[in-house]
């Protein structure tokens, strides 16, 4: 029988005011690999820092080896790779794996390079990345340095390694291989814990998917039971007999033209695998057309962080009008100023505060107080990387625009708060509509 | 690519040893060798010390204070009758303490490494003031002198600590563990702390050894001179910082060669015998060591 690794009971934990972990359970044996599964702000990254000692929850025990554990011995068993874990480029690929191992340093002081190679050449070959051992880091590809740091967990000693979103930018190639290197690092009894967002196929091949949303775990979902229709329906909260469409990454909506569009009403757009449709439109190129589309990224990129609220709009008018900004900046303050402090509900202090001591509510009053010319408004997840709090804040802002809103979102829950019709996406085109 | 690069600067080296022997009064003359080699001793060992803070992407500018301060201790020591390896050992431990305090400070409260160490520096420069009273330290045992004019094939004293600092640098950089955390820190401190490197730990380390090196040199100094100067070490954090950018060393951090760090010393303690030797005035002296410096900056830029 495998013994258990480690129970995690009742973890909460809040940052910044924001109930991230609530109640969570969490378990895993040596040698297992277990995907956990959910949508932004449900709490993934919280239990992998968590599970990896890097952050203490303020409620719940975790057992290791069925011994109640500290952060530092999670720290010293577990080891954390995320989407921006490197390689480091200064020391050789050798050096990598064995030369920054912890637990050799300290029952040693002497490494040398020359005599660790073999056993790091010997390590690699059984990985198929032998090929690597004398490739400069910086010229290694950033799945292969993922693979490598994965595969050092062997030589530190590591008990289990947590994966948070490290294969969002794979190829199909890269997403096999990694597949192999965790089931081949599960044999050595090191358990892996692959934290992602949508589904991807990496978790067909786990031993166990544990779908969490709201800081809780909602569903575990053993290897021969798994369907990715089941799945989604518990990711994204509807049953699959409910909506049984499948849309593939990367389909797209080409034209809005074809969506019936009525006054005053919101439109929502569903794309049930997690992927979004692009949006061919953008609010800096939409002269023609009387529609503003934004998406979370406008929330930060399409600023001037260091000049005022007010400036900004006054250039982005003065853009309209095809003025110079500068001679007319004072007069184009006076006409937004009122306007701008009623809409958007800031101080008159705030709208003169450098654009980037925003918080991500206040960003979003401001762009939609920039979008609110147009006859319709499309977002497309504007939510996303939002917590809780900041979300119902940003759908309250949403229904008191009383306009035309086409709402773009993998995430069923949030699009259910409007009330309204869906218009679920298959294969580029709408197939039917949903009232809620 | 690399080795045709190699051997053009050893190729360039030679090509400057025979000018410099050809044309420069003196350079003919073997000993002259021996005491460029005695000269790079000073600042050499004080630049392995800086390396090892540099690579983990810190600076220490407290060098030149604490340089003063352990020549004056060490020399205070033997003034009032401890033996000269203990004072010698009492003055290392003095060292690795202040060295440990100062990279407590840096990674302890996240400061400033440029900030903290010229402060602390400026602090000890004061002691070394308080302690010596204002003036150098004259009449020492004649122990010191022997140490300073002891000799093994025509090497002094100086030399033969250099060589010695070379190879426990050596050591510690590509032979043990907490060198490759060094360079880990210095190139990646995030994936180095994650990787399981001690990062608090490993800084104080590279804090220590600089202060380590600093006492080492301090001792070298006083025994060869025969007294403990206040004003020895003015530019001293210039000239050990030119050393390793002349080196090649990263000021950002993560990279940085012991043997590199070693021949730019001799590179400088040279260039300055030959501007000696051809009677350059001290002035235009700081201006072609400065155009140097900036060159060798320029050259690693290019490089990397």
């Known amino acids: ?436 | 690519m690399r080795k045709t690069y190699d051997y053009m600067k050893i190729a360039v080296t030679i090509i400057c040893i025979i000018i410099v022997y050809c044309t420069v009064p003196g350079f003919d003359n073997p000993s002259t060798y021996y005491h460029v080699l005695k000269n790079a001793a000073f600042n050499g060992i004080l630049a392995f010390g800086m390396l090892f803070v540099l690579i983990c992407g810190d600076i220490d500018f407290s060098v030149e204070a604490q340089f003063a301060l352990y020549g004056i201790l060490f020399a205070m020591f033997l003034k009032v009758g401890v033996g000269v390896i203990l004072a010698i050992a009492i003055t290392a431990v003095i060292s690795i303490v202040i060295g440990n305090i100062q990279g407590a400070f840096i990674v302890k409260f996240k400061l400033s490494a440029m900030i903290c160490t010229l402060s602390i520096g400026m602090m000890i420069n004061g002691i070394s003031y308080v302690i010596a009273k204002g003036q150098p330290i004259y009449n020492m045992p004649s122990v010191v002198d022997k140490i300073g004019t002891f000799k093994i094939f025509n090497l002094a004293t100086p030399s033969l600590v250099l060589f010695l600092m070379l190879i426990i640098s050596l050591m510690i950089l590509h032979r043990t563990y907490w060198g490759k955390f060094f360079y880990a820190i210095g190139s990646n401190a995030v994936a180095a702390e994650k990787a399981g490197v001690p990062v608090a730990r490993t800084k104080r380390l590279a804090f220590a050894l600089c202060s380590f090196c600093c006492a080492i040199s301090a001792v070298v100094y006083v025994c060869n001179l025969g007294l403990a100067p206040l004003e020895s070490s003015r530019e001293l954090n210039t000239s050990v910082l030119t050393i390793a950018a002349l080196g090649g060393v990263s000021f950002s951090g993560g990279r940085g060669k012991v043997l590199r760090v070693f021949c730019a010393s001799l590179v400088m303690s040279a260039l300055t015998s030959i501007l000696v030797a051809l009677g350059v005035p001290n002035y235009y002296q700081s201006c072609i060591k400065g155009a140097i410096l900036f060159s060798a900056i320029l050259t690693n830029f290019i490089k990397t």
């Open chain 1, 1 to 436: 029988m495998v013994k258990e690794l480690i129970r995690a009971e009742n973890l909460c934990f809040t940052e910044d005011g924001v109930s991230k972990l609530h109640y969570m359970d969490f378990s895993a044996l040596y040698g297992q690999s277990i995907g956990v599964i959910g949508l932004s702000g449900a709490g993934k990254s919280s239990l992998a820092e968590i599970l990896s000692g890097e952050k203490t929850c303020e409620q719940g025990e975790i057992w290791l080896d069925e011994r109640l554990a500290t952060s530092e011995e999670l720290k010293k068993a577990g080891m954390l790779i995320n989407g921006d874990s490197r390689l480091i480029e200064t020391l050789s690929v050798t050096d990598n794996i064995l030369g920054l191992d912890f637990n050799a340093r300290t029952s040693k002081l002497w490494y040398s390079s020359k005599k660790t190679r073999n056993f790091c050449t010997e390590l690699l070959r059984e990985f198929g990345l032998e090929s690597y051992i004398d490739t400069k880091v910086a010229m290694i590809p950033v799945s292969v340095q993922h693979r490598i740091l994965l595969i050092s967990s062997i030589v530190r000693g590591k008990k289990f390694v947590t994966l948070d979103h490290i294969a969002s930018d794979y190829t199909t190639v890269e997403q096999i291989s990694l597949i192999q290197t965790i089931s081949m690092v599960c044999k050595r009894k090191i358990s892996v814990f692959y934290f992602v967002g949508h589904i991807e196929q990496v978790l067909i091949e786990l031993d166990k998917i544990c779908a969490i949303k709201n800081g809780r775990r909602i569903k575990e979902i053993k290897k021969h039971e798994y369907s990715a229709k089941t799945l989604r329906a518990y990711i994204y909260g509807f049953g699959e007999t409910e909506i049984s469409i499948n849309v593939n990454k990367g389909n797209v909506i080409t034209n809005i033209d074809g969506i019936e569009i009525r006054e005053n009403g919101i439109h929502l757009i569903h794309n049930v695998d997690g992927s979004l449709p692009k949006w061919r439109h953008n609010i800096f190129d939409n002269k023609d057309i009387d529609i503003g589309f934004a998406n979370a990224s406008d929330l930060y990129n399409c600023w001037i962080g260091d000049m005022s609220v007010i400036d900004n709009l006054a250039l982005s008018l003065c853009q309209k009008i095809e003025g110079a900004f500068l001679p007319i900046r004072k007069k184009l303050r006076d006409i937004i100023e009122a306007d701008c402090t009623a809409q958007t509900g800031l101080s008159a202090e705030r709208i003169y505060m450098n654009f980037e001591k925003l918080d991500r509510v206040e960003r979003f009053s401001v762009l939609t107080y920039k979008l609110c010319t147009k006859k319709i408004i499309a977002f497309e997840q504007i939510t996303a990387g939002a917590d809780i709090r900041e979300r119902a804040e940003i759908i309250k802002i949403l229904l008191g625009l009383e306009k035309t809103i086409i709402y773009i979102s993998s995430d069923y829950n949030e699009l259910a708060e409007f009330n309204l019709k869906i218009y679920p996406l298959e294969r580029g085109s709408i197939k039917h509509e949903k009232n809620i």
